[in-house]
């Protein structure tokens, strides 16, 4: 019943209201005082796109405190606050972007269409949820998920250590080679998200045979201002919710400072027809930043702090091989228990610490000299189901120390010649606690050396052409110290090959050193090309190497939280990948069309495929090897935008990958089946900015996988029984349908206030997703309805 009188509520609003109607005015230029056509002027849900003589106006605003966002292809975005109490006026003159060529230079970024980028107002949306989640909200990005609370991006079918997550202008180090190990990070820190499909993002690294995903904080302007917000979150499915904030205050002299804090509390989550049992979620984040914005220098420094406690479903891990085959084959969960909010075993507890330091200095002729600092710790800890003595202790205890410096230096060699070049280096020490777990470690301790040179550069032709490209060179030196069982070290056939990494020996196991160095160069060129005020024509070649990460050498072992044995090979060699992309782009005031197919060619491709299931002390696990073959993927993303009636939108995107296993002629493992999604919105801002919409979601069958069943003998009346383990097979394609709204309202002289109300699954539909890890053992999410509150002062 509450759920009826809050929907009631939301769509007939409070009619005693009397509506605002500000309306802001003005013109875009450049420094010459040209005007920019196609300027986009967004507020909250209002927006406008100057004419050809550089005018806008937007109308319908409320009496409130606004944040106000100018943007323009290749300039420098402007984002102030403006007090509504009338009308206002805001001519801009907005400057070349030199001081983020990675919106321009590096990225596949598309004139006029913002696909690619997730602002403010949808990040919110998913305050409660994670980064994986909402990246899904670009098209050709879908998510690696292990139950329903560890979120992976996938961009063109590539997931894990290709691809790169960029947090405040830090790379994130978390032990991001699981797949079952979600970004360490707080999405509520981000004012912007952006991605860049492809190897353009050389300035971070050579190794995104992926993409990069590039996460920018909330802008702070040089003038005497303090704003924040608070967003509350609360949903049926998990009995739980959510709670941020956020406070941020300028000063005209250039100092600034912000601070931010999440807690996050959900209980187990229920499919339709029973309850996830051991799926709960606990967040405890923060962070903060200090910094000064001068006329020819500046500074800034930022913490984040990350904790996380992450239930695994206890479904996953099972007593005996025949319930193990019985739950892979038949789909039915083992294990159901009543709804609680305890987090027992299995389950991750995570914690991350991020800080940097950030110095710039301006010169002459636009160019610009930045420096940084940073240092990361990641604690890992995952808990197996064990009894006796051991049973509160971790299965997993990793330490992970990442210390990096960066030089960069940018500027204007002409007006037609943008170019930015730059040098890093980087020590990495993982330290694995072997005597808190008694367990032998699945990563064992390495250092880790790092050093990397890049050079990019941005050439105007004239004001229909540009060509950008890039090289850059790296070099990483790996250090290990590991035991292996004498048995598993002859098994992997290691003798002959690696016996000079043998320095001693202890019982049944040798102590060894593995130490591997790599050299990789990389590089990207691209045009664009302006065939009219409404076409635009992006090519780009990029060539990447990534080198294997430490889980693709030396795991050896079980994996506690994934409920898997994981072999790695010290073989492995790195992958080399060569991508070709092309993407055309019309765009007029009413419809947007994105079309974006891509061909990559990738060396020594490495999979994670299922060979067998061993039983051990601790129970059936299937086991995973990690393997190399050539591969080639093939693809196309599409973003469709309509306004098909007065109020009234339609956006839809679609994805599809084609991997192909060309050393083996078959299909590669964990492909993103096809996928569209389409919605339908009505928005009417005098009506307290009324924000109604239905979303379609549909995933079809992946009707292209390898086939890695195999047999295992199961006793059956005392005799074993050869039986075949159906681990292979995907589930099948779903359809889900969303609801969303919302409404804002002015609560104080200035400040908003902004009620959403939405419904996840709306039909309750019973489904498993191919990329889902426990799709073997239940069901995925049921219904949910969220209620959220955000209040802007």
């Known amino acids: 019943m509450r759920y009826i009188l809050l929907f009631a509520f939301l769509f007939i609003g409070n009619q005693s209201l009397v509506y605002s109607q500000n309306s802001l005015s003005g ?12 300027s986009h002027v967004h507020i909250s849900t209002y927006f406008a796109n100057t004419d050809e003589s ?44 030199v001081s983020q060529l990675q919106e321009v230079v590096l990225k596949e970024t598309y004139a006029k269409n913002k696909a690619q980028e ?104 040089v003038k005497d201002t303090i704003f924040g917000k608070t ?67 500046g500074f800034n420094f930022f913490y984040s702090y990350f904790n996380a406690d992450i239930a695994i479903l206890r479904a996953s891990h099972i007593s005996s091989t025949s319930d193990l085959i019985r739950a892979i084959n038949s789909g039915e969960p083992q294990y159901i228990s009543d709804f609680t909010y305890d987090i027992d075993a ?47 202790k ?20 002409s007006e037609k010649f943008k170019y930015k070049f730059g040098i890093n280096g980087g020590y990495q020490n993982n330290f694995a606690d072997t005597e808190n777990t008694n367990v032998r470690a699945l990563i064992p301790n390495y250092d880790k050396f790092d050093a990397g040179v890049y050079a990019i550069g941005n050439y105007v032709f004239n004001d229909k ?3 950008e490209t890039g090289i850059r060179y790296d070099f990483s030196h790996i250090d290990a110290k590991k035991y292996y069982l004498k048995t598993r070290w002859t098994e992997r056939d290691y003798d002959d090959e ?92 009413k419809f947007a069309l994105e079309i974006n197919p891509y061909a990559n060619f990738i060396n020594d491709f490495k999979v994670l495929i299922p060979t067998t299931i061993i039983l051990s002390n601790r129970g059936p696990f299937p086991v995973w090897e990690y393997r190399q073959v050539d591969a080639r993927l093939l693809g196309i993303d599409v973003t469709a935008d309509y306004d098909f009636a007065k109020n009234l939108n339609w956006h839809s995107t679609a994805a599809y990958v084609h991997g192909e296993d060309l050393t083996n002629n078959s299909a590669l493992i964990d492909m993103p089946p096809f996928n569209f999604n389409n919605t339908v919105s009505f928005k009417k801002a005098n009506w307290n900015n009324l924000i109604l919409s239905l979303k379609n979601e549909t995933v079809l069958t992946q009707k292209r996988y390898p086939n890695n069943d195999f047999y295992v003998d199961v006793l059956d009346t005392g005799e074993p029984v050869s039986t075949l383990v159906e681990i292979s097979k995907p589930p099948k394609g779903y359809s889900l349908l969303h609801f969303n709204s919302e409404m804002s309202f002015d609560v104080f002289e200035k400040s908003k206030m902004t009620l959403g109300f939405n419904i996840q699954n709306l039909l309750n539909t019973n489904y498993r997703d191919y990329l889902n890890r426990t799709r073997y053992y239940a069901d995925d999410l049921g219904r949910n309805f969220r209620v959220q509150l955000k209040l802007n002062y």
């Open 498 to 589: 690696f016996s000079q990494f043998i320095i001693g020996e202890e019982g049944q196991q040798w102590y060894t050193n593995p130490v591997f160095s790599y050299h990789n160069f990389s590089g990207s060129a691209g045009t664009n090309y302006e065939i009219n005020e409404k076409l635009n024509w992006i090519t780009n070649i990029s060539l990447t190497s990534r080198n294997p990460n430490p889980a693709e050498l030396f795991s050896d072992g079980l994996h506690h939280s994934t409920g898997q044995i994981e072999l790695g090979d010290l073989r492995l060699k790195r992958e080399v990948a060569t991508k070709f992309s092309t993407a055309l782009n019309y765009n007029t005031s």
């Open 346 to 392: 299995p389950k991750q507890q995570l914690q991350h610490h991020l800080g940097k330091i950030n110095y710039y200095k301006l010169f002459s002729n636009d160019r610009k000299l930045s420096l940084q600092y940073s240092f990361q710790f990641n604690n890992r800890l995952e808990f197996d189901l064990r009894r006796g003595d051991d049973k509160d």
């Open 27 to 38: 013109r875009i230029t450049n420094e010459k005082n040209q005007p920019l056509a196609g």
């Open 394 to 413: 971790p299965s997993l205890d990793l330490d992970l120390k990442t210390h990096t410096v960066n030089a960069d230096f940018e500027g204007n060699y």
């Open 54 to 97: 550089g005018n806008f106006v937007i109308k319908g605003l409320p009496n409130a405190r606004l944040q106000v966002f100018v943007e323009y292809l290749g300039y420098k975005t402007l984002d102030t606050i403006l007090d509504f109490q009338g009308n206002k006026t805001l001519n801009v003159s907005l400057k070349p972007d």
């Open 118 to 221: 997730i602002k403010t107002a949808t990040i919110e949306k998913y305050s409660s949820e994670s980064l994986g989640d909402a990246l899904k909200e670009i098209s050709g990005v879908s998510s690696l998920k292990t139950g329903n609370t560890i979120v992976k991006p996938i961009i063109n079918g590539l997931h894990s250590s290709r691809v790169l997550i960029i947090n405040n202008n830090v790379r994130l180090e978390d032990q991001q080679w699981g797949t079952e190990h979600a970004p360490n990070m707080d999405v509520n820190t981000a004012g912007k998200i952006s991605v860049i499909k492809g190897a353009n993002g050389l300035q971070f690294g050579g190794d995104a045979i992926g993409g990069t995903v590039v996460i920018d904080p909330p802008h702070i302007p």
């Open 465 to 467: 052409l540009s060509l």
């Open 231 to 297: 967003i509350l979150n609360a949903q049926s499915n998990g009995r739980g919710g959510s709670v941020t904030s956020s406070l941020f205050k300028g000063y005209e002299s250039g100092w600034n400072w912000n601070l931010q804090g999440t807690f996050k509390y959900l209980g187990e989550f229920q499919s339709p027809d029973y309850v996830l049992s051991n799926t709960g979620n606990r967040e405890r984040n923060l962070s903060g930043s200090l910094g000064y914005k001068g006329e020819n220098q």
